[in-house]
């Protein structure tokens, strides 16, 4: 059941980006999704060998941050991956509250933008 979730979490984005692309010749939103998910991912795997080494951590603010800008399909994959930042849970709360917020925004879109037309962001 989580690993059904965990890949439904893409589809909403992948389809909002297709939409950007295909609809109205949107094409930065996959580069700066990909840019980013690998450099959250390259983060997470450096935490977690810091982490077995004892060695000096990337602070959690640094990993959300990379989440927020686009990395948190990385962020996912590298959770799983390196069995990492799965068991706090001040840390998953952050998480999922980004990535709530992502699927939100591409909701948004794939609806007609009314956040955009609505709210100054």
Same mark, same amino acid.
Not at 71 to 85: C, D, N, S, V, Y
């Given at each position: 059941?989580?690993?059904?979730?965990? @890949? &439904?979490?893409?589809? !909403? +984005?992948?389809?909002?980006?297709?939409?950007? &692309?295909?609809?109205?010749?949107?094409? %930065?939103?996959? +580069? !700066?999704?990909? @840019?980013?998910?690998?450099? /959250?991912?390259?983060?997470?795997?450096?935490?977690?060998?810091?982490?077995?080494?004892?060695? %000096?951590?990337?602070?959690?603010?640094?990993? *959300?941050?990379?989440?927020?800008?686009?990395? %948190?399909?990385?962020?996912? @994959? &590298?959770?799983?991956?390196?069995? *990492?930042? /799965?068991?706090?849970?001040?840390?998953?709360?952050?998480?999922? &509250?980004?990535?709530?917020? *992502?699927?939100?925004? %591409?909701?948004?879109?794939?609806?007609?933008?009314?956040?955009?037309?609505?709210?100054? !962001?």
């Amino acid at each position: 059941m989580l690993a059904l979730l965990q @890949i &439904a979490v893409f589809i !909403l +984005p992948l389809v909002g980006m297709l939409s950007l &692309a295909f609809g109205r010749g949107v094409l %930065w939103p996959l +580069p !700066l999704y990909l @840019i980013a998910s690998i450099v /959250t991912y390259l983060l997470y795997k450096h935490d977690k060998q810091r982490a077995r080494d004892k060695g %000096w951590r990337v602070p959690e603010r640094v990993l *959300h941050l990379g989440e927020l800008l686009g990395g %948190w399909p990385g962020a996912l @994959i &590298a959770q799983q991956r390196f069995r *990492h930042k /799965t068991v706090k849970l001040s840390f998953r709360l952050v998480f999922f &509250a980004i990535v709530a917020l *992502h699927q939100l925004l %591409w909701l948004d879109v794939l609806c007609g933008g009314f956040l955009h037309r609505h709210l100054p !962001l």
